[in-house]
């Protein structure tokens, strides 16, 4: 069994940054892609950004290419998002997921993640 756990969440001002973790149960991760999206209340889950296990291959939305980068430890088995330039619109629970990858780029977007955290809080203030 997979178990995803995020943390870093929390509060900040806009234009400031945060460090999303997710740590991964002990196993190996490799030909997997992790996956970070988001929620906002009364919208429906939005990708946010992913990477293959190596990190050869990265895929961002729109919304926040540039300003956030996905990344991952694999002697820590986890995964990272940092999180610059932060807008108010970024105010969302933030989950973490993974799935085995096809080799296939566009499958980094796609939203067919079999694990998933629980997600961690993340509010930016104006």
């Known amino acids: 069994q997979v178990q995803l756990v995020e943390s870093g969440g929390g509060l900040v001002q806009a234009g400031g940054s945060l460090r999303l973790s997710c740590a991964a149960s002990?196993?190996?991760?490799?030909?997997?892609?992790m996956g970070w999206f988001r929620r906002i209340p009364g919208k429906e889950r939005e990708f946010v950004a992913a990477?293959?296990?190596?990190?050869?291959?990265?895929a961002y939305g729109d919304s926040v290419k540039g300003r956030f980068m996905i990344s991952t430890d694999r002697a820590k088995n986890t995964v990272y998002l940092q999180m610059n330039s932060l807008k108010p619109e970024d105010t969302a629970v933030y989950y973490c997921?993974?799935?085995?990858?096809?080799?296939?780029?566009?499958?980094?977007?796609?939203?067919?993640?079999?694990?998933w955290g629980q997600g961690t809080q993340v509010h930016v203030s104006s």
């Open positions: 997921a993974s799935k085995p990858w096809t080799g296939l780029y566009s499958d980094l977007y796609r939203n067919n993640y079999a694990y």
């Open positions: 002990e196993r190996s991760f490799r030909g997997y892609v």
């Open positions: 990477s293959t296990w190596s990190g050869g291959n990265t």
